[in-house]
């Protein structure tokens, strides 16, 4: 999708990007120099930078700052003059994997990141990356007369019975951030995201814990990487953009969808019995991402990709 230029009024905007190490944020970092943005690409001390090595661009308007979540003077560092956030949370490097634990890391952190914003007298909007883990878990999903959108949250009790780590850390981390963002009177945008489809990613990615009981759902969505990345600077761009918005742009539910993830996750993995091929049950959606898809219609590249 071509990228217009950021508008005419705007002179050469700063805004800093976390963590910019990461799929997304790297990715990010390059489409907003191509919008005419000063980017303030903030990466943890154990962030790999390669990523950000390749981009092209004048080096006036990349700085690339080492920021640690849980180092709130870092966070300041990598916030200063700018305007607009571009919040993600990337597990420490020394604890990866999602447990139980790591609700209390990502919740930490999100408080540091929101209160350094808040005092920060140049941010004006903050652009929050969530997860559709922290909307689609709750005991009562199959029988909301509705489909499930940006107005519905997990519950947190049904996530720790079924040790839905990820899920139970996106909500914390995103409620928490909420609170703060009101009290402090913080301007946060949250875009609750699917299951990116980045080059790196593996079957024991903590989101697709419960992938079955997801697809059965119809439910189990994933978003690409650009459409992500538009889907930010849409809500960050657009002064009418408010509280959560749900991003995908595919949903898995058929089981030719399904076969085929399964193949991307796992290659070595043994193909299913043809029988299977042949299984075409189309499982009904139940998850709806109206409100992003209204406010990116006249977004720059026209809706390419989007769905209902």
């Not at 997304?24 to 919008?35: A, K, P, W």
């Not at 914003?117 to 990356?129: L, N, Y």
């Not at 996530?159 to 009101?182: D, G, V």
């Not at 953009?241 to 058929?254: A, E, K, M, P, V």
Request: proline residues 5%; negative net charge; glycine residues 4%.
């Amino acid at each position: 999708m071509a990228l217009a230029p950021v508008s005419p009024h705007h002179t050469s905007p700063i805004v800093c990007v976390m963590d910019a190490s990461s799929t997304l944020g790297s990715t990010l970092v390059g489409s907003l120099l191509l919008r005419g943005y000063t980017v303030h690409a903030a990466v943890q001390n154990h962030g790999e930078i390669q990523l950000l090595n390749g981009l092209s661009c004048d080096t006036q308007k990349l700085k690339i700052f080492h920021s640690d979540p849980f180092d709130y003077q870092s966070i300041m560092d990598a916030l200063k003059g700018c305007s607009g956030l571009f919040y993600t949370f990337e597990p420490p490097h020394d604890q990866t994997s999602y447990d139980e634990l790591m609700a209390d890391v990502e919740v930490r952190a999100a408080h540091n990141v929101i209160e350094a914003c808040a005092q920060t007298e140049t941010i004006e909007k903050v652009v929050f990356t969530s997860s559709v883990t922290a909307v689609v878990w709750r005991d009562d999903r199959k029988s909301i007369p509705s489909d499930l959108d940006e107005t519905h949250w997990t519950d947190i009790n049904f996530s720790r019975k079924f040790k839905l780590w990820h899920a139970m850390s996106k909500t914390l981390a995103e409620k928490s951030a909420w609170a703060l963002a009101m009290d402090r009177g913080v301007n946060m945008v949250s875009v609750n995201a699917g299951l990116l489809m980045a080059p790196d990613l593996t079957i024991t990615h903590p989101y697709l814990k419960g992938a079955a009981e997801m697809y059965e759902d119809g439910v189990f969505v994933t978003v690409s990487v650009d459409f992500l990345v538009d889907a930010h600077i849409c809500v960050f761009e657009d002064v009418s953009s408010y509280g959560r918005y749900l991003c995908f742009n595919h949903i898995i539910n058929n089981n030719e969808d399904a076969l085929k993830l399964a193949k991307t996750l796992a290659p070595s993995a043994p193909s299913p019995p043809q029988s299977c091929d042949r299984d075409m049950k189309m499982i009904q959606q139940r998850i709806s991402n109206k409100k992003l898809n209204k406010l990116m219609v006249n977004f720059a590249g026209g809706p390419k990709d989007r769905m209902v």
